[in-house]
Every structure is written in C-alpha cells, then in structure tokens.
C-alpha cells in the first residue's frame, strides 16, 4: 500500500487543522492505521491510531482531547482533526499502515508502510 499524507500548514496557536492520509491498493480496511510526528532535532513518536474497525482508537496523553483519528474505509484514508493545536505540536506528521496485527501500536517499528509527511507548524 502507498500513503498520500497532506493537509498540513501554518495555523495560529489556538487554531484547528485536518490532515488526511490517502491510500492506494486493496484491502484498507484490514489495516491498522496511525499518526506519527517528528519535530525538528527529536525522535519520532506516537500521536493516534486506529484498529482495523475504527471501533478502538488510541491517543498520545499529549493530544488526548484535542486530536481525533477517524477513517473512512470506503474512500482508503485517515484523517487527523487537530484542534486547540499550540507551538510544541509544530512538527512533520506521518501516517502509518500495517496489516498485521500489532502489539504496541505506539511503536514506529511496528509499521511497514509509511507516507512521506506534512509539515505542520504553530506559531505562538
């Protein structure tokens, strides 16, 4: 599968922004899905994903209550709806396809397929 992430830009402190992540080829919805970020000079770490259902959903304690992860399996993609967003999310965001079951969905090995990121930056 490939993945196809925009929506990213400069928003205000405060303000709202939705990424969405498309997918190419068969099977979406057998696929656990996430999103990752990566600030400049940091390591990359866990924001939310999604179970193959959408029924079960699981956030960073960092973003809990101001992201939310949503997918629409008939149309292949992932959306991220941020809100409240403030200067430390400023950061490159990616999503993150496996279609095998996994373990800790908090950890980046745990995903084969990647899209390229969208910059995502907050200004105070």
């Known amino acids: 599968v490939q993945l196809q992430a925009c929506g990213g830009g400069l928003v205000q402190a405060g303000g709202y922004l939705k990424l969405s992540c498309a997918a190419s080829?068969?099977?979406?919805?057998?696929?656990?899905l996430a999103w990752f970020r990566q600030a400049p000079g940091k390591e990359r770490e866990f924001v939310a994903a999604?179970?193959?259902?959408?029924?079960?959903?699981y956030y960073a304690d960092s973003v809990k209550g101001r992201f939310t992860i949503s997918r629409d399996n008939a149309n292949n993609t992932v959306y991220l709806q941020m809100n409240s967003l403030n200067p430390e999310d400023t950061a490159v965001y990616y999503c993150a396809a496996d279609r095998r079951y996994i373990g800790n969905y908090r950890r980046v090995s745990e995903y084969f397929y990647w899209g390229q990121g969208t910059e995502v930056t907050v200004s105070s």
């Open positions: 080829g068969r099977a979406f919805s057998d696929y656990t």
């Open positions: 999604i179970r193959r259902s959408g029924s079960s959903t």
